[in-house]
């Protein structure tokens, strides 16, 4: 029964740690170092209170299951303290946090700012945490007693325990946050924690107070022998260190093959545990058949070795991919299959040995019950201390000095050391605990293992990791957050990857879409003067920004410095906008640095998260964040929202969409290319569009007007051709859609795998037929001004964009040029599918203008004839009769030279055409 309760203690545990890690992040700002300060003070709790609570437990041993029973509730009446005060905490961090600006010019969090968070990590879950930690060496304590000292019980404790964790892991983000969300997911490790107090109780209540055997001083007979506690410890500080390191490791691996999927790292974590967990247990299992721990122990840490090195090696991008590309309707199973195969090739082995660790160690220096207690404790500290250890160095100095590849080399050196303090046991004075064939294949494998590794291509790693050869690089580089690399796209722009996927481009629909989310609302807004650029990616949003000669201030904030630092391969693009003097650059979470920046207000905030999916993205698009982005911005400000709207199912846009328009009630939606659609608020009581006034801020600011032509927005239309549906239509859309928040996170459980998942946009999203609700002088008598001539063609050809399968990302999608423009525009000729609708719709275009351009030629009213035959011939290119007539109108207005060309062009598409052929003799003749 005990065992049952710790392994609901184990559940809980992690429970907490998961939940709390996502949480301080939403506090904290979602940085690598934030989420280091959570982990480190709850490992470090977790050891110091094994230590202390095992001293305790060693001078009172009686009644120890009646102390458990008061740690677990105590636990989880902790527990639910912190889940009342977390969320509330972010107005504090953001007081205690500041700025200061390094040597290149870039602001970064102060060091006082990082103090001011450790403090209040441990001020929040140092108590917690102790406890925590106090539980395995009480129950350790209460089960090795009196004569009989096998520390199999140990093994099956941690074991366990840690399956418990592996549980709690797993169904946390599997099941419990997607259902529930955050903070009922903690009530149910409190739920737990106070189910597990009370079995205790029940227990406690069916045992007998234990009776001392025999003295408490007394020792197993071994008197020639010493008890090697600190060679045991510091055997477990140094396979924390490569254990942790290597999770570290997996996790920067896994997220280029597999994927940032918060269901990928759940997985990953939870098979670690589970693999630790059954090694306990076997190690139990082999302790009673091999009596001998030291061996076992180094047995177990040269396999380590051996097997992490072959499962980094064993690992494909390319075998991955192909698998995926095999799947056409995959299941949940299959989602979850395909993550786990590759995760189960590489970390099953290795983690299965370091379950042996914690007790086989106890195994080898437990040998007088008075000192149980406090000897697991001291165990369990230099374990948790070398994990913090090596998560500290591996993720913060040997990947981004060594990379993944000479990290892996460091880390499996650490874990040979750890061999060292166990080789040189001794039973007695004389005789050796390792035979000398032991010691040296102990010595000799480890060595091997690492030479071999080492005579492998120093982009071996980086080769099977990534889906394109390193040499087509410009550059790879791995640094703390992530590995970044820059390549040549499909189409020629320079695309930037991050951890293996396409996160930026330089690319034409990438940088339509990208740079439209700064230029749209700044053409709209008043004189604006101050922009946030939340994500910077390749500088496509911050580099429009600065082009409008109204903005005085641009804030770039971005996550990471690694990204901002290869800015400069795309300065043909960005116009090295990091050096432009109104540009000052934050690295920084984005929601963070809107809480620190209570003072500020923005005319535009714009941001651009990575692919939405991805672990800790939502929460900046959550309903809390949009709020705090509203109260930033000024009286007439916009904030627009990059939503892409494909990869993920329509639900989770609907969701996201629910969450933007609770906040901004007469947001419109707009397609900056394709499927990457822009949700664009404002605090105005009005969200409108003039095209009028639209022409004049174009004309105000050239440098502007160039940059949208370039990307096919030169134009009113063009603007106002972005229109996919007006507020009315979102708020019905989404009307009894759950929304995305900081408590339910939901779009992250959108998608949780590789696999293809192809949903085009919700259909309840498209509405361009109500345009005039975004521009309604757009619109005389019903029809289309002839500032915006056209309008409406150009939407309905657009719409069968919307409707159609998503093409996929904007910086993986060529802009056709093996496609025939429509409409003139390469843009249609590229997103817009060939089909019958689409002939339709062009020739009825064609036939409208065409029939009035016709009529006007005849009633002799020239200039209007051409505007509307040049009109019907963006339509229909290829119409001999309208260039002929076009021709007619142009002689008839004595345009001689033009006339010409056009009864040529009619000739060159149909020789047989008389009329033209006359027609040109005429106006040569003229001429």
Not at 394 to 404: A, I, R, S
Not at 409 to 432: E, G, H, N, Q, Y
Not at 741 to 762: C, F, K, M, V
């Amino acid at each position: 029964m005990l065992y049952l309760l710790f392994f609901a203690s184990g559940a809980s545990a992690l429970i907490y740690e998961v939940v709390w890690v996502r949480v301080f992040a939403n506090v904290f700002g979602n940085t690598i170092y934030s989420a280091s300060i959570v982990t480190a003070v709850f490992m470090l709790g977790l050891g110091i209170g094994s230590l202390f609570a095992g001293l305790w437990a060693d001078r009172r041993p009686n009644s120890l299951v009646h102390v458990f029973a008061s740690l677990e509730f105590a636990i989880g009446v902790l527990g639910l303290g912190i889940s009342t005060l977390l969320p509330d905490l972010g107005e504090l961090s953001a007081a205690v946090s500041s700025y200061t600006r390094g040597t290149d010019g870039w602001y970064v969090l102060s060091f006082g700012s990082y103090a001011a968070r450790t403090l209040i990590a441990l001020v929040l879950l140092t108590p917690i945490t102790l406890l925590m930690g106090g539980t395995l060496t009480v129950l350790i304590r209460h089960l090795l007693r009196g004569a009989d000292l096998s520390t199999r019980r140990i093994a099956w404790l941690y074991g366990v325990n840690t399956l418990g964790a592996a549980l709690g892991c797993f169904l946390t983000d599997s099941s419990l946050v997607p259902s529930f969300g955050l903070r009922a997911t903690q009530l149910i490790a409190v739920a737990l924690n106070l189910a597990t107090a009370s079995g205790a109780l029940a227990v406690k209540s069916q045992i007998p107070n234990p009776k001392p055997q025999i003295p408490k001083n007394l020792r197993v007979p071994d008197p020639g022998s010493r008890i090697p506690v600190t060679a045991a410890a510091a055997a477990l500080v140094l396979t924390g260190a490569a254990g942790m390191g290597m999770e570290i490791l997996w996790f920067r691996d896994f997220s280029i093959l597999l994927g940032e999927f918060r269901a990928v790292f759940a997985l990953l974590l939870a098979m670690i545990l589970l693999g630790m967990g059954a090694g306990s247990l076997l190690g139990a299992y082999v302790q009673k058949r091999i009596d001998r721990p030291a061996q076992i122990l180094i047995t177990a840490q040269v396999l380590f070795i051996v097997s992490t090195l072959a499962g980094l090696a064993s690992v494909n991008a390319r075998t991955i991919s192909d698998a995926a590309g095999a799947y056409t309707t995959p299941t949940a199973f299959d989602d979850f299959w395909f993550n786990a195969r590759p995760i189960l090739l590489v970390v099953s082995l290795p983690a299965l040995l370091m379950g042996f660790a914690f007790p086989i160690a106890n195994a080898i220096i437990q040998r007088a019950e008075a000192t149980v207690g406090r000897r697991a404790g001291l165990l369990y500290l230099a374990n948790t201390f070398g994990a913090v250890c090596g998560s500290i160095v591996t993720g913060f100095v040997l990947l981004p000095m060594l990379g993944m590849q000479r990290s892996a080399t460091v880390l499996m050196i650490a874990a040979a050391f750890a061999i060292a303090p166990l080789v040189r046991l001794k039973a007695d004075a004389t005789v050796p605990v390792v035979s000398g064939f032991s010691r040296t294949a102990a010595i000799v494998i480890p060595i091997v293992a690492i030479v071999v590794w080492l005579l492998l291509p120093s982009d071996y790693l980086l080769s099977r990791a990534l889906l394109f050869p390193p040499q087509r690089a410009y550059t790879i580089s791995e640094g703390v957050t992530e590995l970044v690399a820059v390549t040549d796209g499909p189409d020629g722009g320079r695309v930037l990857v991050t951890n293996g996927h396409p996160m930026s481009s330089t690319e034409l629909l990438s940088q339509r879409y990208m740079r439209a989310m700064a230029h749209v609302p700044l053409l709209l807004a008043d004189n604006p003067e101050r922009v946030l650029v939340l994500c910077f990616g390749v500088g496509n949003t911050a580099n429009a920004a600065t082009l409008h000669p109204t903005v005085t201030r641009v804030e770039v904030v971005d996550l990471s410095r690694h990204i901002l630092e290869h800015a400069d391969y795309f300065k043909d693009f960005n116009g090295d906008v990091l050096h432009d003097p109104r540009v000052a650059v934050y690295i920084n979470d984005g929601r963070h640095h809107l809480q620190m920046r209570s003072s500020e207000a923005y005319d535009l905030i714009t941001l651009e998260p990575p692919p939405i999916v991805h672990a800790g993205v939502a929460a900046l698009y959550t309903t809390e964040f949009y709020q705090r982005a509203r109260a930033r911005l000024k009286p007439n400000g916009y904030l627009t929202q990059w939503l892409p709207a494909y990869g993920v199912p329509q639900s989770m846009i609907l969701s996201m969409t629910r969450s933007f328009v609770d906040v901004f009630p007469n947001a419109v939606l707009l397609s900056g290319a394709s499927s990457n659609l822009l949700l664009v608020g404002t605090t105005a009581p009005h969200n409108e569009i003039d095209p009028h006034r639209l022409a004049a801020a174009l004309a105000r600011a050239p440098a502007v007007q160039m940059d949208l032509q370039r990307v096919e927005l030169g134009t009113p239309r063009d603007i106002v051709s972005m229109f996919v549906a007006p507020s009315q239509t979102l708020v019905k859309a989404t009307r009894g859609v759950e929304p995305v928040t900081d408590d339910h996170p939901i779009q992250e459980y959108g998608r949780t795998s590789l696999l293809p998942l192809n949903e085009a946009i919700p259909p309840s999203l498209i509405d361009v037929d109500h345009v005039a609700a975004w521009c309604p002088s757009c619109f005389v008598s019903g029809r289309p001004a002839p500032i915006v001539e056209g309008l409406d063609t150009y939407l309905s050809l657009l719409e069968l964009a919307y409707t159609a399968p998503p093409v996929g990302p904007g910086q993986t999608v060529a802009t056709g040029a093996d496609r025939r423009p429509i409409a003139g525009s390469g843009y249609l000729g590229t997103v817009v599918p060939h089909s019958a609708q689409l002939d339709s719709i062009l020739k009825a275009a064609f036939v409208e203008h065409y029939q009035r351009g016709t009529d006007l030629l005849v009633a002799r009213r020239y200039p209007d004839a051409i505007g509307q035959l040049r009109e019907a011939l963006t339509w229909n290119p290829d119409s001999a009769e309208a260039h002929n007539n076009l021709g007619i109108a142009l002689a008839s207005s004595g345009r001689m030279d033009d006339a010409l060309n056009e009864f040529k062009q009619a000739l060159a598409i149909d020789p047989e055409f008389d009329d033209a052929r006359r027609n040109l003799q005429m106006a040569t003749r003229r001429k």
